[in-house]
C-alpha cells in the first residue's frame, strides 16, 4: 500500500522484521520508519491503514531511557496501549506499532511503514 500525506509519501511493507532491520531498510531506501509526530499525523495514517486495523504496524518509535521516543529525538508524550503479549519484560525490545486504530507498546509486528519526504 502507498499513499501521500502533505509532503510525506509513505509505503506499508507486509512482511515481519525486528525493529533495527526495518529501521535500516528503509534508510537504505532513503527514508525511514513512519513517525506520525502530531495528532492530526496520526489520524490521517490511521484513516489510511484502516483497512490494516487487524495487524501491527511498526513505526519509527522506540523505548529509551524508560521514555519514548521517535526516530527524530522527538518524546511520545501520548499513552501507549499495551500489547498483552509481553515474553520478554524489558523496554529493550518493545516500540511503537499501530493496531486497531490506536498506538500501542509492542514486541511483535506484522508489517512497517516507512515514510520519505517529497524533497526526495
Known sequence: ??????????????????????????????????????????????EKLSAYKNQHILLGGYAKFHKWLWLSGKEITF??????????????????????GKFYNSQYSRSFLCEWDDSI
Not at 81 to 87: A, F, G, H, R, V
Open 79 to 100: 499513552p501507549l496501549e499495551m500489547n498483552k503479549d509481553m515474553s520478554i519484560p524489558t523496554l529493550n525490545r518493545n516500540f511503537v506499532t499501530l493496531y486497531d
Open 1 to 46: 500500500t502507498r499513499f501521500t500525506i502533505g509532503k510525506k509519501r509513505y509505503i506499508l511493507f507486509d512482511t515481519n522484521m525486528a525493529w533495527y532491520s526495518a529501521r535500516r531498510f528503509c534508510e537504505l531506501l532513503g527514508g525511514r520508519l513512519a513517525c506520525p509526530e502530531t495528532p492530526e499525523m496520526q489520524k490521517q495514517i490511521i
